[in-house]
């Protein structure tokens, strides 16, 4: 089948909202069509090439933000103090990894979801469920509920608005690399750890000058803060709008984010996600959780990666902290077997969500610790390397996750949860998180 923006229609498309007037659709992809793009083609190049480097050791990838982006989220704080917990996770992660971290943003488009149900029922009442800002509305009506394609509009215009002021900043000097000391770090000295968090903001100056030095350029030039942007390419209606050609470069782009993922909903290799992503030159990440076959990984190379191009495919594992030592190994050995050359990133979230008793969705953080050390652990006994990890944060106090230094429990749930989707790290425990993490690769060498 020959690959085009709109060949996924012929393929099953799961998780597509059904809206009751087709004519309204076609009237917002149309005008989404005119709109100019989010990203550049030679954005989403460097990208592609920077996160070659990561697959062969060179860097290492901090992919993070909201599960569900919202509309509201486009604020001048909430957007500055995402920035802030990237970059500043990202700087504490040099000094373990010794090597530049890429920074992608689940940002500027995160705003369409996948469901495990089609429906939610309250009091005997059943509505479709919320998809996320870009298809319908929380509340519980049926007015609400019904998927409006002028949310499509709004969220490419919210998306536009959170990315000029993420370029803004960044190029007015916002990622200064050289002043840990506007790290908040009053929660660090909670941490049976915290005379070694301090030595390690100690050091984040010297890190970044042996950056430097390694990469011949100064701190503060824009290679070193730049922030790609990613979402799930999960609306394939509106991906495919605004998928393009542009002059003097071969092939079709996705000019609305550097790096689209599909999720662990849509990943039938036979599926219309994966027929969409295909055809596209950039970078692709897939979500990939437990028992998959061999055949299926093989297909998934096949279709997304033909020439084995490093850079191409990102394998995003999800499998939670009980179960990737029995399963990563052996997705490790399809991968193999498949000849693939991918770069390995783990999401140690969506395998780690429970329910409290109280009937509230969360995940411990020590899930989250325990999921990516083993990762490391399991990539490095193979004899290879773990590129990156991918993390539901936010920069804001909420309560959604269990633990870190704090020690939050059930009853703080209760506080400050406002996710309508999956529990995010607060600031406090995202950078503590980091710590962690960049702690674990210089114990072991990296
Ligand atoms: C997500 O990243 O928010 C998500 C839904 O993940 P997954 O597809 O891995 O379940
Ligand atoms: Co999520």
Known sequence: MTWSPDSWRRCQALQQPEYPDPAQL???????????????????????EQLAEAAAGRRFVLQAGDCAERFAYCSSDRITNTLKVLLQMSLVLVVGAQRPVVRIGRFAG??????????????????PSFRGDNVNRTEFTAAARTPDPELLLRGYER????????????????????????????????????????????????????????????????????????????????????????????????????????????????????????????????????????????????????????????????????RIADELPKLIEHVRAAGGRVLWVCDPMHGNTLTTAAGVKTRRFADIQSEVEQAFDIHRGLGQQLGGVHIELTGEDVTECLGGARGQNEED??????????????????????FLIARKMKADGH
């Open 110 to 127: 995160q705003y369409a979801k996948p469901r495990s149900a089609d429906a939610e029922t309250r009091n005997g009442l059943t509505l």
């Open 159 to 322: 998306a536009a608005l959170t990315l000029n002021f993420v370029r803004a900043l960044v190029k007015g000097g916002f990622a200064d690399l050289h002043h840990p000391e506007y790290f908040d770090l009053d929660w660090v000295q909670h941490s049976p750890l915290a005379d070694e968090y301090h030595h390690m903001v100690e050091t984040i100056g010297d890190s970044l000058r042996f950056m430097e030095h390694v990469l011949g350029v100064r701190a503060g030039e824009t290679d070193l803060i730049d922030f790609f942007t990613a979402h799930e390419a999960l609306h394939l209606a509106s991906e495919e709008a605004q998928t393009r050609t542009v002059p003097r470069r071969d092939g079709w782009f996705n000019l609305t984010a550097h790096f689209p993922w599909v999720g662990l909903r849509t990943n039938d290799p036979q599926g219309a996600h994966i027929e969409y992503l295909r055809g596209i030159e950039n970078p692709v990440g897939l979500k990939v959780g437990s028992g998959v076959t061999r055949e299926r990984v093989a297909q998934w190379i096949e279709r997304l990666d033909p020439r084995r191009s490093p850079g191409r495919l990102t394998l995003i594992h999800r499998f939670g902290a009980a």
């Open 26 to 48: 076609d009237r917002v992809l149309a005008e989404l069509r005119q709109l100019p793009p989010l990203v550049t083609s030679w954005e989403v190049v460097r990208l592609r």
């Open 413 to 434: 749930l209760a506080r400050a949860y406002e996710s309508e989707v999956d529990p995010r790290l607060n600031y406090e425990q995202s950078l503590e998180l980091a």
